[in-house]
């Protein structure tokens, strides 16, 4: 498959600058994955669509201020860094912003003093490989030196931080929120759990691999990053129980998606599992478990857009996109949600 057969024109109006002031009031777009039939809603009608016995999967990662300035200590420039990967206590991952200003060798200086940092290696596909040094505890000094890394498209100012985290948001890593979360809140899931719907909870740190795009033309040449995943036996075997009864495993967000499907083997069993997955789904995929997902709308050509097509078919998603763009939903991180069933 091509790059271009996923590929809509979005107006630029629509991507989601900020958001909403009531989590669950979002707009959500209903879709049949098997009769492409679209039904329109707001996002606490999800209720009604989640039965006894499904299993809700959420991702509980907590986005970092992973967003840091420094300054190169022998010219004085300017260079951003997005902190993705933590290789050990003090070395990262990063990208960085220009590229030409962090050379192996260089050493920046963050917050007057507070921290330095020394460029060790150029990673293939043009990450830097960072080291540390600093004074005290590591997360302190981000918590005072970081910014919470929004996306490029979001252009405005970010009031509340916790906004661009889930209300169960709980183990720190993330470069960026798995969005699809941040339509519930506390209430809503409180009456998931009232219907008879099992809640668990795994963790996928989002890093470059989920928002990289797709630069080949093949999409099946596309190289995704690896990302840190893990997932308990306790929320392993209730996935495993709900399926083999009957329910609907219902993913919230693609990364949900990503950690169940790598943790799944043949057989569709579910295993307790931790490590580092760079699972690319895109049409032709069988999904071993997920049967459903909540999700947000993505950007075109994206291996987002690829994931969601692979579970509901690429027609029935750039039909429903195109439904989405003719009544102005709103897009992307802050945006509106989709409910594949």
């Known amino acids: 498959m091509k790059r271009e057969d996923f590929y809509f024109d979005l107006p630029e109006e629509l991507i ?25 809603g707001v996002f606490s009608d999800i209720v009604q669509y989640l039965d006894k016995g499904d299993c ?13 300035f420094g300054r190169r200590k022998d010219t004085g420039s300017s260079v951003e860094f997005l ?13 960085v912003k220009p590229g030409k200003k962090a050379r192996p060798g260089g050493v920046f200086d963050f917050g007057e003093g507070l921290m330095e940092g020394e460029i060790l290696a150029v990673q293939d596909g043009g990450t830097r490989i960072i080291e540390f040094k600093y004074d005290g505890v590591f997360e302190q000094i981000l918590d005072e030196l970081g910014e919470m890394p929004l996306p490029p498209y979001i252009k405005e100012k970010l ?11 709980k183990k720190e890593g993330s470069a960026a929120a798995p969005t699809a979360g941040l339509h519930f809140t506390e209430f809503l899931l409180q009456k998931i759990k009232e219907k008879g719907v099992n809640i668990v909870y795994v963790t996928l740190h989002v890093g470059l691999g989920t928002f990289r795009p797709v630069k080949v033309e093949d999409i099946e040449e596309h190289d995704m990053h690896y990302e840190y995943y893990e997932i308990d036996e306790e929320s392993a075997n209730i996935i495993n129980e709900s399926k083999k009864a009957g329910g609907k495993i219902v993913a919230v967000g693609t990364t949900s998606v990503r950690t169940i499907e790598s943790a799944s083997n043949e057989e569709g069993q579910v295993l307790p599992k931790n490590g580092w997955t760079n699972i690319f789904i895109y049409p032709g995929y069988k999904y071993k478990v997920i049967d459903r997902l909540i999700t947000n709308f993505h950007l075109p050509e994206s291996t987002l857009i690829m994931l969601v097509s692979a579970l509901a078919g690429r ?8 439904e989405a763009i003719k009544l102005k939903y709103r897009f992307f991180s802050f945006g509106d949600a989709m409910f594949i069933k």
């Open 16 to 40: 989601a600058q900020v958001p909403i002031e009531n989590r669950e009031g979002s707009r959500l777009l209903v879709l049949d994955k098997n009769t492409g039939e679209i039904v329109h």
């Open 56 to 68: 809700l999967v959420l991702n509980n990662t907590r986005v970092i201020p992973a967003r840091l």
């Open 83 to 95: 902190l993705l990967k933590r290789i050990d206590n003090n070395k990262w991952e990063v990208l």
């Open 159 to 169: 009031e509340d931080k916790e906004r661009y985290q889930t209300v169960y948001s």
């Open 315 to 322: 027609e029935n998603i750039l039909h429903a996109y195109n």
